[in-house]
């Protein structure tokens, strides 16, 4: 079946403006993760969804980022006034409800702020 | 709080040697311990995993053990070839439900015919 998939796949922005990364889960993975691959830095956690509990955002880096995820499917990272340093690829995975599941990840978008 | 360490890369390694890559964990109770592979222009895929103490990871010829009492999940490989290079991630995760992954900085391996 189709795995999680991520849109844009690159996406160049000027410093100060604001962008939206989408992230598409596999059908039934109700666990979506965002996390962020920069030079340096590694992969960081952002921020988990599971089902209708409130997100986990303890890893979002400041409030000038935020997620949210609609109808239990989709999910919006969302960055506002965009700096160098958000430059990075931004990856998504997704698991089953319970239990110690395995992520899947997507191929994530490619963030450069110019 | 979690957290890995892995060592530093790059690596670089002739076709059919020995590969180890060193990782070390910190974490309260007992994690899940993961190897993740990214190769070049491909997404991150699980490579092997461990739940519990003494249990062996293994998969295309690579393996990892988890050692509780050294906290470590060193990965290893006997004869590796060219297409192993990519970059490897190690991580953990909380057995408490379904908690984000923990990682490693990653090591990027590249391996010369």
């Known amino acids: 079946g189709a795995g999680v998939s991520q849109s844009p796949s690159n996406k160049v922005t000027e410093k100060g403006k604001d962008v939206e990364l989408r992230c598409d889960p596999i059908?039934?993975?109700?666990?979506l993760y965002w996390y962020r691959q920069s030079l340096g830095q590694g992969l960081e956690f952002l921020i988990y969804?599971?089902?209708?509990?409130?997100?986990?955002k303890s890893g979002l880096p400041s409030d000038r980022f935020s997620a949210e995820r609609t109808g239990g499917s989709v999910s919006t990272l969302t960055i506002q006034r965009t700096q160098q340093e958000d430059s990075a690829v931004y990856l998504c995975?997704?698991?089953?409800?319970?239990?110690?599941?395995?992520?899947?990840f997507g191929p994530g978008t490619r963030l450069t702020v110019l | 709080g979690n957290s890995v360490t892995q060592m530093e890369g790059p690596v670089t390694l002739s076709e059919e040697a020995f590969l180890t890559i060193n990782c070390t964990y910190t974490a309260t109770g007992y994690p899940s311990l993961f190897w993740y592979v990214q190769y070049p222009g491909e997404g991150l895929q699980l490579l092997l995993k461990a739940t519990k103490a003494d249990d062996k990871g293994s998969n295309k010829g690579f393996e990892a053990t988890y050692r509780k009492e050294t906290t470590s999940f060193h990965l290893e490989k006997g004869s590796v070839q060219v297409s192993d290079s990519a970059v490897y991630f190690c991580?953990?995760?909380?057995?408490?439900?379904?908690?984000?992954?923990?990682f490693g900085k990653g090591t990027r391996l590249s391996v010369i015919a």
């Open positions: 059908s039934g993975h109700t666990a």
């Open positions: 991580a953990l995760r909380s057995n408490s439900g379904n908690t984000p992954l923990v």
């Open positions: 995975a997704s698991s089953l409800a319970s239990g110690n599941n395995e992520q899947f």
């Open positions: 969804f599971q089902g209708n509990s409130a997100p986990d």
